[in-house]
Structure formats: structure tokens, C-alpha cells
């Protein structure tokens, strides 16, 4: 089972800032498969960001993932007052279990 | 528009078992570019997977539950289900169900689409 660890566990910055979350896993994940979410309270993930750089449908470009192998990094440009929140990795370059970090909360 | 939304009892009792259903619309469970998903969150903690479903009816489940989960599915009323045996008060969580991308035969990726949630409290 591949274990991502995320840090810092709570990124505090104010709106229009630059974000920086850390994703490292236990093992190399193939083809860069990795995921970010992020969850507000009270709601379920939303996909951000998956094959680790690509943004999904709708996702401001503010938004920005990289990384490979065992290092992955979520970038939020600008934060906005919205963006204060949780955030999950994801990995699925391995067989199951396909599995998530802890989170990083970034908040105000 | 894709839609997902998680219905069943909200309390259950130890040693119970927790039945779960997902009403997907705006897309087919019968599609053969996904699986079909479940993910649990203990309040205030992180997410687990749980397992998936295939249209075909092939399912992966994760070891850590494999023993009292079943995933299944209804394709003529584009639902899939969940049910875990035997709980405990450590199964008390959020119980999402999401549509999970399948890139290849062996491969699934990322949740799309998510439910709501709904919160299952196992207490006597």
C-alpha cells in the first residue's frame, strides 16, 4: 500500500498569497497518477487536479499541480477567499488500495 | 450534469450491518469508462476508500474491509450499493459514493463526481 504523507498539516496565509502543499509517497507512483482535491466543510471533495499537472473541468488556473515519482506539489496562485480550505492527494498508479493523504488545511 | 446522492439509515447499531444506496443520474453506470465508488470519512479525519464496482459487476475492495463489504449494483435503476457487516463504532463516518475513472482493465484513477454524503452513526 502506498502511504502519502502531506505537509505542512495547516498552511496559514492571507487572501493573495501564494500556496505550497507537499505530497510525498511511500513508493513511486507510476505514470504520475496522482489527484488533488479540495473539501470545504460540510462538503464533499471537488477534483482539482488529476494525472498530477492536468486541472479538471472548471478549475480556475490559479490551481497548478507538479511533480513525480514520490513528490508532488499543489500550487494556488493569488489565494482567493474561496480557496481556504482542506486539500487531499490522491495516488492510483498502483494496484488497490488506492489511497489519499491526510490533508493540508490552508486557512486565514 | 452528473449527480450522485447517497440515501440509507443514518444511525445503526454494533454488530449491524450499514446499507447504503447511491442514485446516480446524468450518467450511466453502465458506462465502460468507469467504476463506481465508495469513500468513508470519520468526522473530523481523512478519506478511505472502500471499494468500487464495475458495470460488468467486477469489484475491488479495499483489504483493510474486504472481509465485510459488498458492493453491488442495480443497472436498470442506475444505483449501486453498499453494505458492511458487522460494525463498530469506528465505522461511524461520512459515507461518500463517487464515480471513479477506469484507465485500463486492472487500473482505476480519480473521483469526478461525488455525492453529498451522508453521515452514519453506528451507536446502540
Known amino acids: 500500500e502506498i502511504v502519502l504523507t502531506q505537509s505542512p498539516d495547516t498552511l496559514c496565509l492571507s487572501p493573495g498569497e501564494r500556496a505550497t502543499l507537499s505530497c510525498r509517497a511511500s513508493?513511486?507512483?507510476?505514470?504520475?497518477?496522482l489527484a488533488w482535491y479540495q473539501q470545504k466543510p460540510g462538503q464533499a471533495p471537488r477534483l482539482l487536479i488529476y494525472?498530477?499537472?492536468s486541472r479538471a473541468t472548471g478549475i480556475p488556473d490559479r490551481f497548478s499541480g507538479s511533480g513525480f515519482g514520490t513528490d508532488f506539489t499543489l500550487t494556488i496562485n493569488r489565494l482567493e477567499p474561496e480557496d481556504f480550505a482542506v486539500y487531499y492527494c490522491?495516488?492510483?498508479?498502483?494496484?488497490?488500495?488506492?489511497?489519499f493523504g491526510q490533508g493540508t488545511r490552508v486557512e486565514i | 450534469q452528473v449527480q450522485l446522492q447517497e440515501s440509507g439509515p443514518g444511525l445503526v447499531k454494533p454488530s449491524e450491518t450499514l446499507s447504503l444506496t447511491c442514485t446516480v443520474s446524468g450518467a450511466s453506470i453502465s458506462s465502460s469508462s468507469y467504476y463506481w465508488g465508495w469513500i468513508r470519512q470519520p468526522p473530523g479525519k481523512g478519506l478511505e476508500w472502500i471499494g468500487s464496482i464495475y458495470y460488468s459487476g467486477n469489484t475491488y475492495y479495499n483489504a483493510s474491509l474486504k472481509s465485510r463489504v459488498t458492493i453491488s449494483k442495480d443497472t436498470s435503476k442506475n444505483q449501486f450499493y453498499l453494505m458492511l457487516t458487522s460494525v463498530t463504532a469506528a465505522d461511524t463516518a461520512v459515507y461518500y459514493c463517487?464515480?471513479?475513472?477506469?484507465?485500463?482493465?486492472?487500473?482505476?484513477?480519480?473521483?469526478?463526481?461525488w455525492g453529498p454524503g451522508t453521515l452514519v452513526t453506528v451507536s446502540s
Open positions: 494525472d498530477a499537472s
Open positions: 513508493q513511486s507512483v507510476s505514470s504520475s497518477y
Open positions: 463517487a464515480r471513479h475513472r477506469r484507465y485500463s482493465s486492472s487500473s482505476l484513477g480519480y473521483f469526478d463526481y
Open positions: 490522491q495516488q492510483y498508479g498502483s494496484s488497490p488500495p488506492w489511497t
